[in-house]
């Protein structure tokens, strides 16, 4: 008993002690990576709560659903290309058999002002009529602008007032692991969100169309969300569903998007010219092996390799040789052969590229004017 009597007033007097002294500052605490999302991600709660809401309030009015009739069979989109399911509809909800079918996808107001919608190619193929529904429930017809089939790019156009209009980000600013959001119709549920990571970038040469550099994305994509928006969490259109991987006709988190940089430059063509004018260099690519890349000091998996100029070609006159090595194109880092044809493929007749280019171990800069593809 004495000693805890001894006990208690030696804490008495540390007690008092310190009670005097000024208080010891905690230490300063890194943010947790909860506390750093809620602190940096736009539309962070009051309450702390991360959440997407805010932004999904003004990005949702401008994805609309797209529903067309045609008397053709319109089961020959990317996205629906699973196992017919029992009941007499296909896993995307459409009937298999009448002279009247209807194909449900999703669509992106880019333009408020004209009522300009982007969209695939594929929703809308073959359809006699091509019916718009905006998020408040209105409806209308839509005229097509132009469609690409090629890229799965499409245009139609309605007639409206008070449309929101999502505003371009850049995909070429991609990295994988941003995260990202998928909106559209799946099976007719429209303004369905779902959210993910960029699970990958470039992919080609999956068979889905002929000029493929698609955003690979584990946000749930699935029939019907074909030309739906794939916004950033600004809210910024960074890609176009288009397709996904899906042997049952349902989502297993692969899903692909055209990045918007193509579809804006293809819109634009489609826009002024109703086509697509396809532009033409005249050489023939590989990608760099990567043996080649550590003698010439460049990073895996940067750079294309020149192995044949056709003559007489824009290539030719530019003064390009087989064995050169492009690097960038426009002062834009060249990734791969197909990601450099694409770009070219893409420009106007007529138009000027500046290609950076290795030759024999010395860095050089040439001009080539593009042709137009025959």
Request: overall charge neutral.
């Amino acid at each position: 008993m004495e000693r805890f009597s001894r006990l208690y007033a030696l804490g008495a007097v540390l007690i008092t002690i310190l009670a005097g002294c000024e208080p010891v500052p905690a230490p300063k605490l890194a943010q947790t990576p909860d506390t750093a999302y809620q602190s940096s991600r736009p539309g962070a709660a009051q309450n702390g709560r991360p959440t997407l809401a805010p932004m999904l309030e003004a990005v949702l009015p401008a994805v609309v659903n797209i529903s067309t009739t045609s008397a053709g069979n319109m089961r020959d989109s990317p996205m629906l290309k699973e196992p017919p399911s029992p009941g007499g509809f296909d896993e995307s909800g459409i009937p298999r058999h009448g002279m009247s079918q209807q194909s449900l996808g999703s669509g992106v107001i880019v333009n408020g002002e004209n009522g300009l919608i982007l969209t695939s190619h594929h929703v809308i193929a073959n359809g006699e009529r091509v019916i718009v529904t905006l998020q408040d429930g209105r409806n209308f017809e839509a005229k097509v602008v132009g469609a690409d089939p090629e890229t799965d790019v499409a245009v139609v156009k309605i007639e409206a007032k008070n449309l929101k209009a999502l505003r371009f980000g850049d995909s070429r600013s991609l990295r994988v692991g941003d995260f990202v959001v998928a909106i559209g119709s799946p099976f007719g549920l429209s303004q369905t969100v779902t959210s993910g990571i960029v699970s990958a970038l470039g992919r080609s040469g999956l068979g889905i169309k002929r000029y493929e550099d698609y955003i690979q994305t584990d946000a749930s994509i699935n029939p019907g969300s074909s030309g739906g928006a794939l916004v950033d969490l600004n809210g910024d259109l960074i890609g176009i569903n288009t397709a996904i991987v899906g042997p049952a006709g349902g989502n297993v988190g692969i899903g692909f998007a055209i990045p918007s940089h193509l579809a804006q430059s293809v819109m634009q063509q489609l826009v002024e010219n109703g086509e697509v004018h396809r532009g033409h260099l005249g050489v023939n690519l590989r990608d760099l092996p990567p043996e080649l890349a550590k003698v010439l000091g460049l990073e895996p998996g940067k750079g294309v390799l020149i192995i044949q100029v056709q003559p007489n070609s824009p290539a030719a006159k530019a003064g390009l040789h087989p064995g050169d090595v492009v690097v960038s194109i426009d002062n834009a880092p060249v990734d791969s052969a197909g990601s450099l044809s694409n770009t070219v493929r893409l420009l106007r007749a007529g138009s000027e590229i500046k290609l950076d280019i290795l030759r024999e171990g010395k860095r050089r800069t040439v001009t080539a004017r593009i042709d137009q593809a025959g």
